[in-house]
């Protein structure tokens, strides 16, 4: 059997497919972003569903047995439509690439006649997207996010236990409510305007769990009312919160003056504030299902320190995050939850995030040569002597990384010891806030003694903890208030990066790397070879290391042009758009459909 997963509304969306042919379960996924090169992408995933296609040897989609599909929102603006015509009218959203006439155009016209197509609910997607990838025959699954769901997970069966949010129908204690209970503002979204307010968008919680890590350097004062009746069961109701935070003042100041205290504190009672949630939430699961194992997913299984805390209550005796936690992971789910609820029997455990393909060895002759860039051939040891030196590396090899971590396939790499090394990162190379912290990867072997870590973090999703002691030793991977997001790689999942740590603890004593992920400020991280070179060019790396070859510039490298490389990745992406469109929809439709808006929007105008 062979399942389509895919997210088409709304930002994140991407593609997933699993193939039980042969007996195992094969996994490949990624997010329209890392290949139209657009940020937290709005577009239909045309791409994403040819990449999936191209990693099984596919040609079409009616080669494909089921097509599973985001419900995003259950209650769409036309029927059978997730876009809606008179969003089409609209043409463009004022965000990122939202452009619901082109999304409009695609959806109606994808030619699904030859397959079955199948709508997944969105929280289940995040539901199935943890437990069907876990180690677990048994487990309660908790999704947190902008909706709520405690689930049950046996063998290969799924049982919602409690679930709100997204318009769907409300379930509580596995009885359907006759009243849904629509959107309210939850714990996500409280998070999601304390982020407002400290200047950033709905994509900003990163920073503000960075920002609440400096909350103690200040004295701590509190500045909004969190309500203690906000539990009713498993739903968490900040209404009253939100609404009083109308009035409050937002961060309008420059990046470098908001590790300021009431910034700090702010951040810090939002983080506070998740943390007890969340671990209500946990609370209420276990109580519930009575399982000793816990699947996490939704946008708040990212915040690594509440990941660590779960860990760390008891609750459960052990613990699995998707790693593509947020909307990214959510094909995947589709995927697995329409696998396994048509039959599927091939059970699979997500050891690795390393579910994009394998791109082949780079046409250095083409990439070299046309930047005039030098390249040799180079090993671990020979790399690790460079970021010992001080150098900063683009390391690009294998499958790219599935959610929003970088582990050591799509990654920069750079000594943890140097002092000035998250300054220097995130001013010349991520152009980025500079309170933003950098994560350590180390080798799963062997941790760093002066590490509180879990033994197995392969995702670098949950919190550790530097010794005082040796935090003068890292401290470039070393947060404000002592905390590290840890990754820890394993040798037989990924050797070379593996061998690479372990080079590097051999020439400095300190085994582990700097690991953020290879990417400029306000674009996806790479995914082909044309994008790290790109990202090489136009920032202050100092090499490459691809599958094996050092990259460097030399004297005749032309500067680059940021403007007119952009430029030519859009032009580059529309045309793929206008062959992937000829490739999977119905033609037909497709430019009539297009006709038939033109003429609706010209008989509108004056």
């Avoid at 677990?136 to 996010?145: G, H, T």
């Avoid at 699947?295 to 805390?309: D, F, M, T, V």
Wanted: contains cysteine; glycine residues 8%; hydrophobic residues 40%.
């Amino acid at each position: 059997m062979i399942v389509l997963g895919l997210k088409c509304h709304s930002h994140d969306t991407g593609a997933a497919i699993v193939s039980d042919e042969g007996g195992t379960l094969s996994v490949h996924a990624i997010s329209e972003a890392r290949l139209n090169r657009r940020k937290h992408s709005f577009a239909y995933p045309l791409m994403s569903i040819a990449y999936c296609l191209d990693a099984l040897g596919l040609k079409s989609l009616d080669q494909v047995d089921l097509v599973c599909i985001d419900k995003h929102m259950e209650r769409w603006p036309d029927a059978n439509s997730q876009h809606g015509l008179a969003n089409a009218l609209r043409r463009y959203q004022p965000r990122y690439d939202d452009n619901h006439r082109w999304n409009y155009l695609a959806e109606q016209s994808m030619d699904f006649s030859q397959t079955a197509v199948q709508w997944v609910n969105h929280v289940d997607a995040h539901a199935a997207s943890a437990y069907y990838a876990s180690p677990f025959d048994d487990a309660a699954v908790l999704i947190a996010e902008g909706g709520t769901g405690i689930y049950q997970g046996a063998g290969n069966d799924l049982a919602v236990i409690d679930r709100i949010g997204y318009l769907g129908h409300t379930f509580r204690d596995c009885e359907r409510l006759d009243t849904r209970r629509d959107h309210f503002v939850n714990s996500s979204f409280l998070y999601d305007r304390v982020s407002e307010l400290l200047g950033y968008d709905i994509f900003g919680a990163g920073q503000t769990m960075a920002l609440a890590g400096y909350a103690h350097l200040f004295e701590k004062r509190d500045l909004f009312e969190v309500a203690e009746d906000r539990f009713d069961d498993f739903i968490i109701n900040h209404d009253h919160t939100v609404h009083a935070m109308r009035d409050m003042e937002a961060y309008r100041g420059a990046d470098a003056d908001i590790v300021a205290e009431p910034w700090c504190n702010l951040a810090r009672q939002a983080q506070e504030t998740l943390e007890e949630d969340v671990l209500y939430l946990a609370w209420r699961a276990r109580k519930k299902t009575r399982a000793k194992n816990l699947c996490l997913a939704g946008g708040a299984a990212l915040n690594c320190i509440i990941n660590r805390k779960i860990m760390e209550s008891g609750l459960f005796r052990d613990l699995f995050i998707q790693p593509a936690a947020s909307d990214e992971g959510i094909p995947l789910g589709a995927a697995l939850h329409g696998y396994y609820g048509s039959g599927g029997e091939v059970r699979w455990h997500m050891e690795h995030a390393y579910l994009g393909s394998d791109p082949g060895a780079p046409d250095l002759d083409d990439l070299v040569g046309t930047w005039k860039l030098a390249s040799a051939p180079a090993g671990p040891e020979d790399v690790a002597k460079l970021l010992a030196s001080g150098a900063i590396i683009g390391r690009m090899d294998g499958g790219s990384e599935y959610g929003p971590r970088a582990l050591g396939n799509r990654s920069i790499l750079a000594d943890p010891r140097a002092p000035d090394m998250k300054t220097r990162i995130n001013g010349t190379i991520k152009h980025r806030e500079g309170f933003r912290p950098f994560a350590p990867s180390c080798l799963a072997d062997a941790p760093p003694e002066f590490f509180d870590t879990p033994s197995n973090s392969p995702f670098m999703i949950v919190a550790g903890h530097v010794a005082p002691s040796h935090r003068d030793k890292v401290p470039a991977v070393t947060h404000a208030d002592g905390s590290c997001r840890v990754q820890t790689v394993d040798a037989a999942i990924n050797p070379d990066y593996h061998a690479l740590i372990k080079a590097f603890g051999a020439e400095t004593g300190i085994p582990l790397l700097l690991n953020t992920s290879f990417n400029d400020q306000g674009e996806p991280i790479v995914e082909s070879w044309a994008d790290a070179v790109g990202c090489f060019l136009r920032t202050g790396l100092n090499a490459l290391w691809l599958d094996g070859t050092l990259v460097t510039k030399t004297d005749a490298t032309p500067k680059a042009d940021g403007a007119a490389m952009l430029a030519a990745t859009e032009k580059r992406v529309a045309s793929e758009y206008t062959d992937l469109i000829e490739r999977f929809c119905t033609m037909e439709t497709y430019v009539a459909l297009g006709n038939q808006l033109a003429e609706q929007e010209n008989a509108g105008q004056p």
